[in-house]
């Protein structure tokens, strides 16, 4: 039975009404939900804010949560400079690195010879490693790889 945190939100705020400590709400979530039910620290959060008036049981927004930005913001980059590193991107999207490198593996990117490309084969790449392998395979039909290292005279 998957309860949501909005549901634990609003039996926390009934207990407080119910004049229950932070450790008596906890204790009778675990004993109805078991594992499902919300930590103690949690509990205890929650408590000390109705006690300071604030019964909204929703999340409240954070000052400087994470900035987001558009594939195309990312593409225009590459497009103007595809030999930017990670660092030069992140910092003119005033992103994390690791956003940045998310968000390129994303789009099939990947660095090559200092720059940013597609990280797809083109048919003539998938033609010639067809071609490299079926020589290969004739190669190893005819002489195998094996008779060559063994072969010593």
């Known amino acids: 039975m998957e309860r949501s945190k909005l549901h634990f939100r609003h039996s926390l705020l009934l207990l407080f009404d119910l004049k229950k400590s932070a450790v008596e709400a906890h204790q009778t979530l675990l004993e109805t939900y078991g594992d499902a039910a919300p930590s103690y620290p949690n509990c205890r959060f929650w408590f000390q804010r109705f006690k ?25 980059l590459l497009d103007e400079n595809p030999a930017q590193t990670l660092k030069e991107l992140a910092g003119s999207l005033a992103v994390d690195e690791s956003t940045v490198s998310r968000r390129l593996h994303a789009m099939g990117k990947i660095q090559k010879e200092g720059k940013w490309l597609p990280h797809e084969l083109t048919e003539n790449a998938i033609s010639n490693r067809f071609n490299i392998a079926v ?11 094996l008779w060559r290292i063994c072969d010593w005279r």
């Open 52 to 76: 300071s008036g604030d019964f909204d049981v929703n999340d409240k927004e954070r000052p400087g949560g994470p900035k987001k930005f558009e594939d195309n913001e990312l593409q225009d």
């Open 135 to 145: 020589s290969l395979l004739a190669r190893q039909k005819i002489k195998s790889f």
